[in-house]
Structure formats: C-alpha cells, structure tokens
C-alpha cells in the first residue's frame, strides 16, 4: 500500500525528533563560524611592550622574560577547530627555562560566549583554555569559570613531555589547538590570548585586548556604483 503525504511526514518528524535525541548526531553536523587565518601584532593588539599586569605577589625579579612576552598571535578555524599561534620575544628554544624550580608558565586564551550573560563567567570569561610547565613537564586545561570565583574542570591531559593533540611548544612560538566541541560549539564568542609566569608566590601576565569571532566584515558601497578616484581627489562613500 503507498505512503500518504501524511505518512511521510510523520515518518519524517520522528526521524527528526530520534536524531535530536542522540548527541553524536548534533556533534556531527554542528559547528561554530569557519573563518581565514588572522594575524595581529602587538601593537594592532592594544599592546604596549612590557605591559605585564602582577597578578600575585609583588615581587617580579624571576619574571617578565621574553619567553612569556606576546609579540603577535594569528588564529584560523574550520568551525571544529580553533588553532592559534602565540608568538613570543624569545626566538631560541630553552628546555631548561620550563624546569627551574618554583617557576611555572602557562600559555593560554580566555573565551567569552556571546550569548551568555556578562555576569555569567568570572571577570568577562567563561572559558579558561591553557598550557602550563611546571618541573619540565606539560599539562594541558579546559575550565569552565563562574561568577562566583569557582571553576569546573572539563578536560586535563597531565604531565606531558613532548608535543601533544596538536599543541606544540618551539622557538618564539606556542600553537594551541582546541576542540570546539569542548564549548558546546559557540556562534560567537570573544577571544583574549595571554602567558602567564610565575615564581613562588609571584606572578605576571601578558594579555591581549578581547578579539571578536567571528571576526567582523564591513561592507562598503558607493553611490554612483562604479566611480573612479584620482588622486588629491575626495569622494563621499557610504559604509553599511
């Protein structure tokens, strides 16, 4: 006996209804905003050199050294995945600058979701991604921050000694790769990248301004639509 258009689309809501039910159905058609590769420099990042901000202590004679200096960041996305490049003042590669006693450093980015409440993270973020050596050895964390100062750890590798998951640590340069699955896949968010050093009971951090995801477009059109400009002239353009 043939389908009815009834039938099909019955057929078609409980299809419909038994994916929505699965997560690896949602993960594996959902996506955040692919976007080109950008790169910023230091001063396009709001940046003065040196611009450390003490975080602990007050105290930063073992600090602010050129492995944890930001000079300039790039960061590309498919959509699945966010890849970015930190890339630092110290070009040389010096294992024995992430195994001094009492000294720690991190690398990491601050994500901000758009569509959550200002006052939903802790001091604009809700998301803390980052690297971090201590005694030679990498682990890598994802937390989840509060407004009420407390945090949720979501993932953690521990005690890595080489590259791991596609972060890799060089000379001037960290790449962090994260997973955006992680974050439940955001349309828009924020993005501030930044290093964090510290000894004993003294720390201090680099950070970047916030940057927008996905990144913003201006659209320019003129009136009439094909004009030609020589130069020392000036026409009125109109943006949108």
Known sequence: MPLTSIDIVS????????????PFFHNAFASSPAFDQIFITD????KKENDWVQTYGNDSTHLRSD??????????????????????????ENASTYSQPFKKI?????????????NSGYNGADYNFYIEAVGGKWSQYLYQLSSTGTSYLIETKKNFTESFGGTTIGPGYVKLRLALSSIYYPRAYYLSFYTAESFKSNEVRDFTNWVVIPPTTIKVLT??????????ETHQLVDT
């Open 223 to 232: 009136h009439p639509k094909n004009i030609v400009i020589r130069q020392g």
């Open 106 to 118: 991190r690398y990491g980015m601050l994500i901000a979701i758009d569509s959550l409440p200002p």
């Open 11 to 22: 057929i078609l809501l409980f299809l419909l209804v038994l994916l929505n039910s699965y």
């Open 43 to 46: 001063e396009q990042l709001g």
């Open 67 to 92: 492995f944890a200096n930001i000079l300039a960041v790039d960061y590309v996305s498919d959509g699945k995945t966010l890849n970015t490049t930190l890339w630092l003042k110290s070009n040389s």
